[in-house]
């Protein structure tokens, strides 16, 4: 059987995602997939929380969908990882070093 979902963005406000939440529902969605930012996870952890929370309340399928994580998405391009943590960047072919971080230097940094 396929499932129908949607992706929800750009809305930090929950009294319009409750609006938003019966129109999905009307529509016979059986998830949502929720884009979030780095941003969002460092400053609005909490509200975040409450979307997916009500996104399962509701009994709906909760996905989400990183934005902008460490410089490697597209979306908002805050990283407070990639300043933090700038042995895990990327390196270019010319040795500087790229504003993100590279996936195989986080499997680096886990095992030490």
């Not at 300043?83 to 010319?94: F, H, K, N, V, Y």
Request: glycine fraction near 8%.
């Amino acid at each position: 059987m396929i499932e129908t979902g949607v992706s929800y963005s750009a809305n930090g406000w929950l009294h319009h995602f409750e609006r938003d939440l019966e129109d999905i529902r009307a529509h016979h969605c059986a998830y949502i997939v929720h884009c979030f930012s780095e941003n969002e996870v460092v400053f609005a952890r909490k509200r975040t929380a409450q979307f997916f929370k009500r996104t399962r309340d509701a009994g709906l399928g909760c996905w989400a969908n990183p934005w902008a994580g460490l410089g490697l998405f597209g979306g908002e391009k805050f990283s407070a990882f990639v300043p933090r943590e700038p042995d895990a960047c990327q390196i270019l072919s010319t040795g500087q070093r790229a504003p993100g971080a590279c996936p195989s230097a986080l499997e680096t940094m886990k095992e030490t």
